[in-house]
């Protein structure tokens, strides 16, 4: 999509690593917090970010990206804004789930989903077209004030795809192909030309803790 700012950089990392991602189990919008990998993760993030200059840091709301953000920002005095729009998409009823657990409880639900991954909204939950219009309009919304500034953004894994696949014209329909590691950073600059990504899941900072989990 055109129409974005035509200078600054995006910093966008996944948050630290918790309980339910080392079990593979689906988090949605649970408030689950970091495990003490997950805030090791988030300190070595900081070391990563030490020398990236920032302006401004907007979270998601829930305590896993919010404590990412704090550890990653550390006495840093930027201003840090909480945004409910950049939740981890609702995954409703599989929460707290591993995969296995739901392919045997509700069948119907994934053959659904595989028919219409885009569209289909899990029971109690939202689609992934609903959260990539939030993220759309938190993008829209925050990014003007921000032309030729740093601005870091500390998400969730299915929210920094979300971002990616919109400031990148990616078809949501391939939002899965993206893999976010926990704690990750993800570099895009904008250019009058419209966004570029330059870095897209660098792990170097967490050396042997980068050991990708995902349901």
Known sequence: MTGWIPSGRLLLARHGQTGFNASLRFQGQMDEPLSDLGREQARLLARRLAEEPIDAAYTSDLARAHETALLALGER???????????????????????????????????????DRVHYVIPGGESLEQLGQRVRHFLQDALPGHEGQSILVIAHGGTVNA????????????????????????????????????????????AAMADLKWP
Do not use: Q
């Not at 990616?170 to 870095?199: K, Q």
């Open 77 to 115: 005095a930027v201003p840090l804004h909480h945004d409910e729009r950049l939740r981890e998409i609702a995954f409703g009823r599989w929460e707290g789930m591993t995969f296995a657990e739901i392919k045997d409880k509700y069948p119907d639900d994934v053959a659904a989903r595989e028919r």
């Open 163 to 206: 971002v990616l696949a919109t400031l990148l014209d990616i078809p949501l329909s391939s939002w899965w192909r993206l893999r976010n590691h926990n704690a990750n950073l993800n570099t895009l600059r904008f250019t009058p030309d419209g966004p570029r990504l330059v870095t897209f899941n660098d792990t170097c900072h967490l």
